[in-house]
Protein backbone atom coordinates (compact mmCIF):
# COMPACT_ATOMS: atom_id res chain seq x y z
CA UNK A 1 0.00 0.00 0.00
CA UNK A 2 3.25 2.46 0.63
CA UNK A 3 4.61 1.64 -2.58
CA UNK A 4 1.08 2.29 -4.21
CA UNK A 5 0.85 5.48 -2.72
CA UNK A 6 4.59 6.94 -3.56
CA UNK A 7 3.55 5.78 -7.04
CA UNK A 8 -0.37 7.96 -7.16
CA UNK A 9 1.68 11.00 -4.76
CA UNK A 10 4.21 12.29 -8.20
CA UNK A 11 6.00 15.71 -7.08
CA UNK A 12 3.18 17.93 -9.36
CA UNK A 13 0.58 16.14 -6.89
CA UNK A 14 2.88 16.87 -3.87
CA UNK A 15 3.23 20.37 -4.63
CA UNK A 16 -0.78 20.43 -5.14
CA UNK A 17 -1.19 18.66 -2.13
CA UNK A 18 1.74 21.20 -0.23
CA UNK A 19 -0.37 24.28 -1.33
CA UNK A 20 -3.95 22.97 -0.69
CA UNK A 21 -2.77 21.96 2.93
CA UNK A 22 -1.41 25.74 3.54
CA UNK A 23 -4.28 27.61 2.29
CA UNK A 24 -6.28 25.67 4.35
CA UNK A 25 -3.96 26.12 7.14
CA UNK A 26 -4.04 29.57 7.21
CA UNK A 27 -7.43 29.97 7.00
CA UNK A 28 -7.61 28.47 10.33
CA UNK A 29 -5.30 31.05 11.48
CA UNK A 30 -6.83 34.05 10.37
CA UNK A 31 -10.57 32.41 11.73
CA UNK A 32 -9.23 32.25 15.08
CA UNK A 33 -10.65 35.08 17.31
CA UNK A 34 -6.53 36.79 18.37
CA UNK A 35 -6.40 37.57 14.14
CA UNK A 36 -9.72 39.75 14.51
CA UNK A 37 -9.63 43.11 15.94
CA UNK A 38 -11.91 43.92 18.45
CA UNK A 39 -15.86 43.78 18.19
CA UNK A 40 -14.85 41.89 14.49
CA UNK A 41 -16.03 38.28 13.56
CA UNK A 42 -15.05 36.45 10.55
CA UNK A 43 -16.88 33.83 8.66
CA UNK A 44 -14.53 30.99 8.24
CA UNK A 45 -15.42 31.52 4.34
CA UNK A 46 -14.15 35.11 4.53
CA UNK A 47 -11.02 33.83 6.15
CA UNK A 48 -10.80 30.61 3.43
CA UNK A 49 -10.88 33.13 0.59
CA UNK A 50 -8.22 35.53 2.19
CA UNK A 51 -6.01 32.93 3.14
CA UNK A 52 -5.97 31.56 -0.76
CA UNK A 53 -5.19 34.87 -1.97
CA UNK A 54 -2.20 35.76 0.39
CA UNK A 55 -0.83 32.30 -0.57
CA UNK A 56 -1.58 32.56 -4.02
CA UNK A 57 -0.41 36.17 -4.14
CA UNK A 58 -3.79 37.32 -5.43
CA UNK A 59 -4.52 40.37 -3.53
CA UNK A 60 -8.65 39.88 -4.56
CA UNK A 61 -10.02 40.42 -0.64
CA UNK A 62 -14.28 40.52 0.55
CA UNK A 63 -12.47 42.14 3.59
CA UNK A 64 -10.84 45.09 4.88
CA UNK A 65 -7.51 43.91 6.12
CA UNK A 66 -7.12 47.35 8.08
CA UNK A 67 -10.30 47.12 9.72
CA UNK A 68 -10.83 43.28 10.36
CA UNK A 69 -7.27 42.34 11.16
CA UNK A 70 -5.72 42.32 14.48
CA UNK A 71 -1.58 42.54 13.99
CA UNK A 72 -1.20 39.07 14.86
CA UNK A 73 -3.69 38.52 11.77
CA UNK A 74 -1.92 40.74 9.89
CA UNK A 75 1.71 38.79 10.66
CA UNK A 76 -0.25 35.22 9.45
CA UNK A 77 -1.55 37.00 6.06
CA UNK A 78 2.02 38.21 5.79
CA UNK A 79 3.44 34.43 6.17
CA UNK A 80 1.07 33.35 4.15
CA UNK A 81 1.85 36.01 1.08
CA UNK A 82 5.59 34.74 2.21
CA UNK A 83 5.08 31.23 1.58
CA UNK A 84 3.22 31.90 -1.25
CA UNK A 85 5.78 34.34 -3.16
CA UNK A 86 8.61 32.63 -2.64
CA UNK A 87 7.52 28.95 -2.73
CA UNK A 88 6.90 25.97 -0.43
CA UNK A 89 10.22 24.71 -1.66
CA UNK A 90 12.29 27.55 -1.18
CA UNK A 91 11.61 27.96 2.50
CA UNK A 92 11.20 24.28 2.54
CA UNK A 93 14.79 24.02 1.47
CA UNK A 94 15.89 26.56 4.08
CA UNK A 95 14.33 24.66 7.02
CA UNK A 96 16.01 21.75 5.93
CA UNK A 97 19.40 23.45 5.70
CA UNK A 98 18.98 24.90 9.32
CA UNK A 99 18.71 21.87 10.98
CA UNK A 100 21.48 20.34 8.96
CA UNK A 101 19.25 17.49 6.80
CA UNK A 102 20.89 16.72 3.16
CA UNK A 103 18.33 17.66 0.08
CA UNK A 104 18.20 14.28 -1.05
CA UNK A 105 16.48 13.12 -4.61
CA UNK A 106 13.20 13.13 -4.16
CA UNK A 107 13.59 16.26 -2.07
CA UNK A 108 15.73 18.01 -5.11
CA UNK A 109 12.82 16.76 -7.52
CA UNK A 110 10.13 18.43 -5.53
CA UNK A 111 12.48 22.09 -6.04
CA UNK A 112 12.63 21.85 -9.48
CA UNK A 113 9.28 21.20 -10.01
CA UNK A 114 7.82 24.14 -7.77
CA UNK A 115 10.25 26.55 -9.47
CA UNK A 116 9.31 25.52 -12.85
CA UNK A 117 12.92 24.12 -13.63
CA UNK A 118 14.63 21.30 -15.67
CA UNK A 119 17.46 20.01 -14.40
CA UNK A 120 18.68 18.83 -10.73
CA UNK A 121 21.98 20.51 -10.66
CA UNK A 122 22.21 23.35 -8.73
CA UNK A 123 18.85 23.44 -7.16
CA UNK A 124 19.54 23.63 -3.62
CA UNK A 125 22.07 26.42 -4.53
CA UNK A 126 19.80 28.10 -6.45
CA UNK A 127 16.78 27.57 -3.85
CA UNK A 128 19.19 29.39 -0.73
CA UNK A 129 20.18 32.26 -3.40
CA UNK A 130 16.44 33.16 -3.72
CA UNK A 131 15.77 32.84 -0.39
CA UNK A 132 18.63 34.96 0.63
CA UNK A 133 18.12 37.61 -2.40
CA UNK A 134 14.54 37.74 -1.78
CA UNK A 135 14.75 38.68 1.69
CA UNK A 136 17.71 40.99 1.40
CA UNK A 137 15.37 43.02 -1.47
CA UNK A 138 12.25 43.41 1.13
CA UNK A 139 14.36 44.03 3.62
CA UNK A 140 16.12 46.97 1.92
CA UNK A 141 12.41 47.98 0.48
CA UNK A 142 11.34 47.87 4.17
CA UNK A 143 13.92 49.99 4.69
CA UNK A 144 13.37 52.68 2.46
CA UNK A 145 9.59 52.40 2.44
CA UNK A 146 9.53 52.35 6.20
CA UNK A 147 12.12 55.51 7.17
CA UNK A 148 10.30 57.29 4.40
CA UNK A 149 7.15 57.18 6.00
CA UNK A 150 8.45 58.35 9.38
CA UNK A 151 6.76 62.17 8.20
CA UNK A 152 3.57 60.47 7.18
CA UNK A 153 3.00 58.86 10.47
CA UNK A 154 2.65 59.66 14.33
CA UNK A 155 5.72 57.25 15.06
CA UNK A 156 8.22 55.52 14.15
CA UNK A 157 6.66 51.78 14.88
CA UNK A 158 3.96 52.30 12.75
CA UNK A 159 6.32 54.15 9.64
CA UNK A 160 8.06 51.01 9.85
CA UNK A 161 5.01 48.43 10.51
CA UNK A 162 3.38 50.09 6.95
CA UNK A 163 6.74 50.11 5.28
CA UNK A 164 7.87 46.63 5.88
CA UNK A 165 4.21 45.19 4.63
CA UNK A 166 3.89 47.60 1.81
CA UNK A 167 7.65 46.37 0.89
CA UNK A 168 6.28 43.03 1.20
CA UNK A 169 3.63 42.90 -0.74
CA UNK A 170 5.34 45.00 -3.19
CA UNK A 171 7.66 41.92 -4.21
CA UNK A 172 5.69 39.18 -3.49
CA UNK A 173 3.04 41.22 -6.12
CA UNK A 174 0.57 40.09 -3.40
CA UNK A 175 -1.28 43.14 -4.09
CA UNK A 176 -2.53 43.35 -0.12
CA UNK A 177 -2.42 46.64 2.34
CA UNK A 178 -2.92 47.50 5.69
CA UNK A 179 -3.76 51.59 5.07
CA UNK A 180 -7.28 50.64 3.24
CA UNK A 181 -6.52 52.15 0.43
CA UNK A 182 -3.79 50.54 -1.13
CA UNK A 183 -1.35 53.24 -2.28
CA UNK A 184 -4.32 56.05 -3.26
CA UNK A 185 -2.82 58.22 -0.94
CA UNK A 186 0.74 58.35 -2.24
CA UNK A 187 -1.10 58.86 -5.83
CA UNK A 188 1.44 62.04 -6.23
CA UNK A 189 4.31 61.10 -4.17
CA UNK A 190 6.51 59.47 -6.98
CA UNK A 191 9.08 58.18 -4.77
CA UNK A 192 7.16 55.81 -3.01
CA UNK A 193 5.55 54.99 -6.65
CA UNK A 194 9.29 54.40 -7.68
CA UNK A 195 10.05 52.77 -4.75
CA UNK A 196 7.01 50.03 -5.34
CA UNK A 197 7.81 50.08 -8.84
CA UNK A 198 11.31 48.75 -8.92
CA UNK A 199 10.11 46.27 -5.49
CA UNK A 200 7.44 44.57 -8.17
CA UNK A 201 9.61 44.32 -11.21
CA UNK A 202 12.16 42.32 -8.62
CA UNK A 203 9.28 40.23 -7.98
CA UNK A 204 7.80 39.57 -11.35
CA UNK A 205 10.84 39.53 -13.68
CA UNK A 206 11.71 35.98 -12.49
CA UNK A 207 13.92 34.28 -9.70
CA UNK A 208 16.58 32.87 -12.37
CA UNK A 209 16.82 36.20 -14.04
CA UNK A 210 17.66 37.98 -10.63
CA UNK A 211 20.05 35.07 -10.07
CA UNK A 212 22.30 35.61 -12.87
CA UNK A 213 21.91 39.40 -12.78
CA UNK A 214 23.83 38.91 -9.70
CA UNK A 215 26.20 36.39 -11.08
CA UNK A 216 26.84 39.26 -13.81
CA UNK A 217 27.84 41.44 -10.92
CA UNK A 218 29.39 39.50 -8.48
CA UNK A 219 31.67 37.26 -11.04
CA UNK A 220 32.74 40.37 -13.30
CA UNK A 221 33.85 37.14 -16.04
CA UNK A 222 34.16 38.08 -19.68
CA UNK A 223 32.89 35.15 -20.34
CA UNK A 224 30.08 34.77 -18.73
CA UNK A 225 26.36 34.76 -21.09
CA UNK A 226 23.41 36.00 -19.97
CA UNK A 227 20.87 32.43 -20.77
CA UNK A 228 18.50 32.56 -23.51
CA UNK A 229 15.43 32.53 -20.82
CA UNK A 230 16.96 35.74 -19.33
CA UNK A 231 17.38 37.29 -23.00
CA UNK A 232 13.86 36.51 -23.67
CA UNK A 233 11.92 37.51 -20.53
CA UNK A 234 13.67 40.43 -19.81
CA UNK A 235 12.92 41.52 -23.46
CA UNK A 236 9.05 40.52 -23.67
CA UNK A 237 8.39 41.82 -19.95
CA UNK A 238 9.45 45.23 -20.39
CA UNK A 239 8.56 45.48 -23.96
CA UNK A 240 4.88 44.51 -22.78
CA UNK A 241 5.09 46.87 -20.04
CA UNK A 242 5.95 49.89 -22.29
CA UNK A 243 3.08 48.88 -24.61
CA UNK A 244 0.75 48.57 -21.44
CA UNK A 245 1.52 52.07 -20.23
CA UNK A 246 1.10 53.59 -23.92
CA UNK A 247 -2.02 51.27 -24.59
CA UNK A 248 -3.21 52.99 -21.22
CA UNK A 249 -2.00 56.56 -22.06
CA UNK A 250 -3.90 56.65 -25.47
CA UNK A 251 -6.99 55.04 -24.12
CA UNK A 252 -7.53 57.23 -21.37
CA UNK A 253 -5.73 60.66 -22.56
CA UNK A 254 -9.12 62.35 -23.14
CA UNK A 255 -11.43 60.28 -20.52
CA UNK A 256 -9.57 59.77 -16.95
CA UNK A 257 -6.41 61.86 -17.54
CA UNK A 258 -8.15 64.77 -19.37
CA UNK A 259 -6.81 67.93 -17.54
CA UNK A 260 -3.78 66.12 -15.94
CA UNK A 261 -0.30 67.41 -15.93
CA UNK A 262 2.13 65.21 -18.21
CA UNK A 263 3.59 64.06 -15.29
CA UNK A 264 0.36 62.69 -13.65
CA UNK A 265 -0.30 61.16 -16.42
CA UNK A 266 2.72 59.26 -17.04
CA UNK A 267 3.47 57.94 -13.71
CA UNK A 268 -0.57 57.00 -13.75
CA UNK A 269 0.03 55.20 -17.24
CA UNK A 270 3.41 52.91 -16.15
CA UNK A 271 2.31 52.50 -12.65
CA UNK A 272 -1.05 50.46 -14.12
CA UNK A 273 0.70 49.12 -16.33
CA UNK A 274 3.41 47.55 -13.80
CA UNK A 275 0.77 46.67 -11.11
CA UNK A 276 -1.60 44.98 -13.66
CA UNK A 277 0.80 42.54 -14.74
CA UNK A 278 0.69 40.55 -11.05
CA UNK A 279 1.11 42.81 -8.08
CA UNK A 280 -2.57 44.93 -8.02
CA UNK A 281 -1.64 47.24 -5.47
CA UNK A 282 -3.11 50.68 -7.23
CA UNK A 283 -2.78 54.75 -6.91
CA UNK A 284 -6.61 55.10 -8.04
CA UNK A 285 -10.04 53.30 -7.95
CA UNK A 286 -9.29 50.78 -10.74
CA UNK A 287 -13.17 51.28 -11.34
CA UNK A 288 -12.50 54.96 -12.94
CA UNK A 289 -11.00 53.78 -16.16
CA UNK A 290 -13.33 53.83 -19.34
CA UNK A 291 -14.81 49.94 -20.57
CA UNK A 292 -11.96 50.04 -23.02
CA UNK A 293 -9.19 50.28 -20.30
CA UNK A 294 -10.26 47.78 -18.61
CA UNK A 295 -10.59 45.36 -21.49
CA UNK A 296 -6.83 46.25 -21.84
CA UNK A 297 -5.71 46.05 -18.56
CA UNK A 298 -7.85 42.24 -18.21
CA UNK A 299 -5.42 41.25 -21.01
CA UNK A 300 -2.27 42.45 -19.16
CA UNK A 301 -3.40 40.25 -16.21
CA UNK A 302 -3.86 37.65 -18.89
CA UNK A 303 -0.11 38.27 -19.52
CA UNK A 304 0.88 38.35 -16.00
CA UNK A 305 4.68 37.62 -14.86
CA UNK A 306 7.74 36.24 -15.98
CA UNK A 307 8.27 32.26 -15.12
CA UNK A 308 9.79 30.71 -11.74
CA UNK A 309 8.78 34.55 -9.83
CA UNK A 310 6.17 35.57 -8.11
CA UNK A 311 3.65 36.14 -10.57
CA UNK A 312 0.80 34.58 -12.70
CA UNK A 313 -0.92 34.74 -15.93
CA UNK A 314 -0.01 32.98 -18.73
CA UNK A 315 3.58 34.04 -18.10
CA UNK A 316 5.78 36.16 -21.14
CA UNK A 317 7.74 33.04 -22.27
CA UNK A 318 4.29 31.37 -23.36
CA UNK A 319 3.51 34.83 -25.17
CA UNK A 320 6.99 35.52 -26.72
CA UNK A 321 7.27 31.44 -28.14
CA UNK A 322 3.76 31.55 -29.37
CA UNK A 323 4.70 34.83 -31.12
CA UNK A 324 7.67 33.88 -32.78
CA UNK A 325 5.89 30.31 -33.74
CA UNK A 326 3.43 32.36 -35.48
CA UNK A 327 6.15 34.66 -37.14
CA UNK A 328 8.12 31.69 -38.32
CA UNK A 329 5.06 29.67 -39.68
CA UNK A 330 4.22 33.20 -41.55
CA UNK A 331 7.77 32.67 -42.75
CA UNK A 332 7.52 29.23 -44.24
CA UNK A 333 10.09 28.12 -41.33
CA UNK A 334 9.59 25.24 -39.32
CA UNK A 335 12.06 26.09 -36.66
CA UNK A 336 11.67 29.11 -34.54
CA UNK A 337 14.83 31.12 -33.36
CA UNK A 338 15.49 34.06 -31.29
CA UNK A 339 19.08 35.99 -29.99
CA UNK A 340 20.89 33.10 -31.62
CA UNK A 341 19.25 30.01 -30.51
CA UNK A 342 16.60 27.72 -31.72
CA UNK A 343 13.55 27.27 -29.19
CA UNK A 344 13.03 23.42 -28.20
CA UNK A 345 9.97 22.16 -30.13
CA UNK A 346 8.85 20.74 -26.30
CA UNK A 347 8.88 24.01 -25.19
CA UNK A 348 6.26 25.29 -28.34
CA UNK A 349 4.11 22.21 -27.42
CA UNK A 350 4.08 23.38 -23.68
CA UNK A 351 3.33 27.37 -24.76
CA UNK A 352 0.35 26.11 -27.03
CA UNK A 353 -1.64 24.03 -23.72
CA UNK A 354 -0.73 26.85 -20.99
CA UNK A 355 -2.47 29.20 -23.52
CA UNK A 356 -5.26 27.11 -24.73
CA UNK A 357 -5.53 25.86 -21.14
CA UNK A 358 -6.20 29.42 -19.58
CA UNK A 359 -8.28 31.08 -22.74
CA UNK A 360 -10.58 27.85 -22.21
CA UNK A 361 -10.87 28.12 -18.44
CA UNK A 362 -11.03 31.94 -18.55
CA UNK A 363 -14.13 31.70 -21.05
CA UNK A 364 -15.90 28.87 -19.06
CA UNK A 365 -15.10 31.02 -15.61
CA UNK A 366 -16.77 34.38 -16.96
CA UNK A 367 -19.45 32.20 -18.31
CA UNK A 368 -20.35 30.55 -14.94
CA UNK A 369 -19.57 33.24 -12.91
CA UNK A 370 -22.76 35.26 -14.95
CA UNK A 371 -24.56 32.36 -14.74
CA UNK A 372 -24.21 32.59 -10.63
CA UNK A 373 -24.63 36.50 -10.65
CA UNK A 374 -28.11 36.98 -12.87
CA UNK A 375 -29.59 39.09 -11.35
CA UNK A 376 -27.32 40.75 -9.31
CA UNK A 377 -27.50 44.40 -9.52
CA UNK A 378 -24.01 45.59 -8.79
CA UNK A 379 -21.98 43.28 -11.17
CA UNK A 380 -21.74 43.90 -14.52
CA UNK A 381 -20.27 41.71 -17.32
CA UNK A 382 -16.84 44.03 -17.35
CA UNK A 383 -16.66 43.35 -13.94
CA UNK A 384 -16.57 39.80 -14.03
CA UNK A 385 -14.43 39.65 -16.94
CA UNK A 386 -11.85 41.79 -15.03
CA UNK A 387 -12.25 40.02 -12.10
CA UNK A 388 -11.48 36.63 -13.56
CA UNK A 389 -8.82 37.76 -15.20
CA UNK A 390 -7.36 39.41 -11.78
CA UNK A 391 -8.04 35.96 -10.03
CA UNK A 392 -6.41 33.45 -12.73
CA UNK A 393 -3.40 35.67 -13.71
CA UNK A 394 -3.03 36.15 -9.20
CA UNK A 395 -3.16 39.75 -9.46
CA UNK A 396 -5.43 41.44 -7.41
CA UNK A 397 -6.87 44.21 -9.47
CA UNK A 398 -10.55 44.74 -8.79
CA UNK A 399 -13.61 46.94 -9.48
CA UNK A 400 -14.63 47.07 -6.14
CA UNK A 401 -17.21 44.11 -6.49
CA UNK A 402 -15.35 41.15 -5.00
CA UNK A 403 -17.54 41.43 -1.72
CA UNK A 404 -21.22 41.52 -3.55
CA UNK A 405 -20.26 38.23 -5.67
CA UNK A 406 -21.90 34.78 -4.44
CA UNK A 407 -20.50 32.12 -2.66
CA UNK A 408 -20.40 30.28 -5.87
CA UNK A 409 -18.37 32.85 -7.58
CA UNK A 410 -16.02 33.09 -5.24
CA UNK A 411 -15.56 29.55 -4.63
CA UNK A 412 -14.72 29.87 -8.49
CA UNK A 413 -12.51 32.78 -7.95
CA UNK A 414 -10.82 30.77 -5.05
CA UNK A 415 -10.21 28.15 -7.97
CA UNK A 416 -8.89 30.22 -10.67
CA UNK A 417 -6.20 31.77 -8.29
CA UNK A 418 -4.93 28.34 -6.66
CA UNK A 419 -4.78 27.13 -10.32
CA UNK A 420 -2.84 30.53 -11.19
CA UNK A 421 -0.27 30.01 -7.98
CA UNK A 422 0.74 26.02 -9.21
CA UNK A 423 0.98 26.74 -12.53
CA UNK A 424 -0.88 25.46 -15.21
CA UNK A 425 1.84 22.60 -16.17
CA UNK A 426 1.95 21.32 -12.74
CA UNK A 427 -1.74 20.82 -12.90
CA UNK A 428 -1.85 18.99 -16.22
CA UNK A 429 1.25 17.13 -15.07
CA UNK A 430 -0.25 16.33 -11.98
CA UNK A 431 -3.32 14.08 -13.79
CA UNK A 432 -0.68 12.62 -16.33
CA UNK A 433 -0.50 9.30 -16.34
CA UNK A 434 3.55 7.69 -16.22
CA UNK A 435 4.56 7.47 -20.22
CA UNK A 436 4.61 4.22 -21.72
CA UNK A 437 5.23 3.02 -25.46
CA UNK A 438 3.10 1.72 -27.80
CA UNK A 439 3.83 -1.55 -29.63
CA UNK A 440 1.79 -0.83 -32.67
CA UNK A 441 1.30 2.85 -34.64
CA UNK A 442 -1.27 3.66 -36.66
CA UNK A 443 -1.03 4.41 -40.07
CA UNK A 444 -0.60 8.78 -40.51
CA UNK A 445 -2.87 11.01 -42.10
CA UNK A 446 -3.22 14.78 -42.45
CA UNK A 447 -5.94 17.03 -40.94
CA UNK A 448 -7.62 20.52 -42.54
CA UNK A 449 -6.44 23.01 -39.82
CA UNK A 450 -7.97 26.41 -39.95
Not at 330 to 337: P, Q
Amino acid sequence: MKKGLERFMTPFRIIISVYILSMFLFSFLLWLPFSHQDGIEMSYMESLFTSVSAVSVTGLSVIDVSESLSYTGVVFLALAMQVGGIGIMSLGTFVWMLFGRKINLSQRLLIMVDQNQYQFSGMVKLMRGILLLALAIELVGALILGTYYLQHFDTAAEAYYQGSFAALSAFTNAGFDVTGQSLIPFANDYYVQFIVLLLIFAGAIGFPVLMEVREYFTTKSSYFKFSLFTKVTVTTYFLIFVIGAAGIWVLERGMFFEGMAWHEQFFYSIFNSATARSAGLTTMETSSFSLPTLLFISLLMIIGASPSSVGGGIRTTTLAVMFLSIRSFALGKSDVKVFGREIHPEDKQKAFMVLSFFMFGLFLAVTLITAFEQGNPRVELIDIIFETSSAFGTTGLTTGVTSSLSRPSLFLLMLLMFIGRVGILVLLFSVKRKETKSSFRYPTERMIIG
